[in-house]
């Protein structure tokens, strides 16, 4: 195979490394919801309760994920990395062995507030690890891995569900943190950091502007703010869908969880898929922005045909999927958008910052699409609302977009 198509076998390393860990951030953030349906009985609480625990786990995650991307930037990522997801394994593997809902909230709290270290440091560790000119390629493939992610978690819990139990199979899930932690401290020596502690001292510019009221100054920039709530309306949108949108198939179709999950299942291999398609567009256009306003005007036009013309159950499935391509294509171009407005040593305050919209964004959506399924005697408004959260995004997307070409 030709040299300029390969990955050396170093960075093939480091992103597999790293796109693995993101891999399980994913799982972990969608091993709940599959389960909601039943959670509601063995807890004895509402849809909004159950939304409760997400909302919880994304605010610990929004309000220590900027904060955790300046330790990264000071400290190094690879420790950090390492320990966030032993911690957010342990407290998955946890909520399984004490089945009680005040032990869940406040476990997701701490899974939260370890979900925080990845995008920091996940994008730092690429950044310094890998060769600049396939940089295109490592975000992709980590994007790919986090999505695939999310694809599987639905599968693999309803899967364990029928073979050991829910409570067992968040014990599993836990575990493969674990395994996967394990593996990360055997090859730690190949994981590079943007800081002293990776082997490379800062730029006198870089030292200046990644500490004190400068490295703020960055955040609070007018193209970095733009990119914070482009990802608060990618969180949303993406958000009504997995959170109660399997919740609400099984209430308008009253189908078997396991027939209700196919749809999601769809939508989320599809957005797997649209990440590697995303990677081409973006290799060969310039106006991200304009790729992914045309991808949300098509994800809000496909979920508002679920909503309007009430569908077989098959053809949600297609539906779904066909949104969750598009949803997908957007990722690359969202990545490009924000490396490109990021100065040289401040990779994890960065994207930590911006990636804090992902959890501004999850810690609305669930509690708002659980109070709407609890209030409403249509759960379909739930797919109009996010028709219309999708819609709404383009406007951000398209700013983002011409600030960031400024």
Same mark, same amino acid.
């Given at each position: 195979m030709d040299a300029s198509v390969a990955l050396p076998r170093s960075d093939t390393k480091v992103i597999g490394l790293i796109s693995t860990a993101h891999f399980l951030s994913h799982v972990y953030m969608l091993v709940l919801p599959p389960l909601f349906?039943?959670?509601?009985?063995? *807890? !004895?609480?509402?849809?909004?309760?159950?939304?409760?625990?997400?909302?919880?786990?994304?605010?610990?995650?929004?309000?220590?994920?900027?904060?955790?991307g300046f330790l990264v930037d000071r400290f190094g990522a690879r420790?950090?990395?390492?320990?966030?997801?032993?911690?957010?394994?342990? &407290?998955?593997?946890?909520?399984?062995?004490?089945?009680? *809902? $005040?032990?869940?909230i406040a476990l997701?709290?701490?899974?939260?507030? &370890?979900?925080?270290?990845?995008?920091?440091?996940? *994008?730092?560790?690429?950044?310094?690890?890998?060769?600049?000119?396939?940089? !295109?390629? &490592?975000?992709?493939?980590?994007?790919? &891995?986090g999505y695939f992610g999310f694809a599987v978690a639905p599968v693999m819990m309803v899967f364990l569900l029928g073979a050991?139990? $829910?409570?067992?199979?968040?014990?599993?899930?836990?575990?493969?943190?674990?395994?996967?932690?394990?593996?990360?401290?055997?090859?730690?020596?190949?994981?590079?950091?943007?800081?002293p502690a990776g082997g490379r001292k800062p730029k006198p510019e870089e030292s200046a502007s990644g500490s004190g009221p400068q490295g703020i100054r960055l955040l609070l920039s007018l193209p970095v703010l733009m990119g914070f709530l482009f990802f608060v309306g990618i969180s949303m949108t993406n958000g009504g869908f997995t959170s109660f949108g399997v919740s609400a198939l099984v209430t308008i179709y009253e189908a078997p969880l396991a027939q209700a999950n196919v749809p999601l299942t769809a939508y989320l291999f599809a957005s797997a898929a649209g990440v590697l398609a995303g990677g081409w567009v973006a290799d060969r256009t310039n106006r991200h922005s304009?790729?992914?306003?045309?991808?949300?005007?098509?994800? !809000?036009?496909?979920?508002?045909?679920?909503?309007?013309?009430?569908?077989?159950?098959?053809?949600?499935?297609?539906?779904?999927?066909?949104?969750?391509?598009?949803?997908?294509?957007?990722?690359?171009?969202?990545d490009m958008m924000i490396r490109a407005v990021t100065p040289a040593g401040s990779t994890g305050k960065v994207f930590g910052f911006v990636s804090t919209g992902f959890n501004l964004g999850g810690a609305i959506t669930p509690l708002m699409f659980g109070l709407l399924l609890d209030r409403v005697a249509d759960p379909s408004i739930l797919f109009w609302v996010i028709a219309g959260l999708s819609v709404a995004t383009i406007a951000t997307v398209l700013t983002a977009g011409s600030v960031s070409r400024r």
């Open positions: 349906p039943l959670l509601k009985d063995v *807890y !004895g609480v509402s849809f909004a309760a159950l939304g409760l625990a997400l909302t919880v786990f994304n605010v610990a995650t929004g309000l220590t994920q900027a904060p955790m420790a950090i990395l390492i320990a966030g997801l032993i911690v957010e394994a342990i &407290a998955f593997m946890m909520i399984g062995l004490f089945p009680s *809902y $005040w032990a869940l997701m709290a701490v899974a939260g507030l &370890a979900n925080a270290v990845y995008h920091p440091a996940d *994008y730092t560790i690429l950044s310094a690890s890998v060769d600049g000119k396939r940089m !295109g390629r &490592a975000f992709s493939i980590h994007t790919f &891995a050991v139990g $829910w409570q067992m199979a968040l014990v599993i899930a836990g575990g493969a943190g674990l395994a996967v932690a394990l593996v990360l401290m055997a090859f730690s020596g190949v994981l590079k950091d943007e800081t304009l790729v992914a306003g045309g991808c949300f005007l098509l994800v !809000g036009l496909f979920v508002a045909c679920v909503a309007a013309f009430s569908p077989s159950l098959a053809m949600v499935g297609v539906l779904f999927a066909l949104a969750g391509f598009f949803s997908g294509v957007v990722a690359p171009s969202r």
